[in-house]
């Protein structure tokens, strides 16, 4: 079983930054890719950044360019640095753990940029 576990949200101001964190309680070994989605009040869930095993990545086109996905084997974590937020950015961010061609779910951390 795989339970991502993210932290790193909160209350940020327009043009700061959070770091997001989400550590995958399996062996980083039988984990492929790993994302974050996001999800905004009244939205549906959108792909925000994508990094594979080999650590090739993607991103939203309204990330690119400020954030910036990561992952440390060693510690089965994934990250995402967020740098010049803006309050569209505000939504409960998700991390997805892609194992055995499954997806496994994180329980979503509130991310909020006051203007």
């Known amino acids: 079983q795989v339970q991502p576990v993210e932290s790193g949200g909160g209350l940020v101001q327009a043009g700061g930054s959070l770091r997001l964190s989400c550590a995958a309680s399996?062996?980083?070994?039988?984990?492929?890719?790993m994302a974050w989605h996001r999800q905004a009040a009244g939205k549906q869930r959108e792909l925000v950044a994508v990094?594979?095993?080999?650590?090739?990545?993607n991103y939203a086109d309204s990330v690119k360019g400020r954030f910036t996905i990561s992952r440390d084997n060693a510690k089965k974590t994934v990250y995402l640095q967020m740098n010049s937020l803006k309050p569209e950015d505000t939504a409960v961010y998700y991390c997805?753990?892609?194992?055995?061609?499954?997806?496994?779910w994180g329980q979503g951390t509130q991310v909020t940029v006051s203007s």
């Open positions: 990094i594979t095993r080999g650590g090739s990545t």
């Open positions: 997805r753990v892609v194992r055995a061609g499954r997806d496994y």
């Open positions: 399996t062996s980083i070994f039988s984990i492929n890719d």
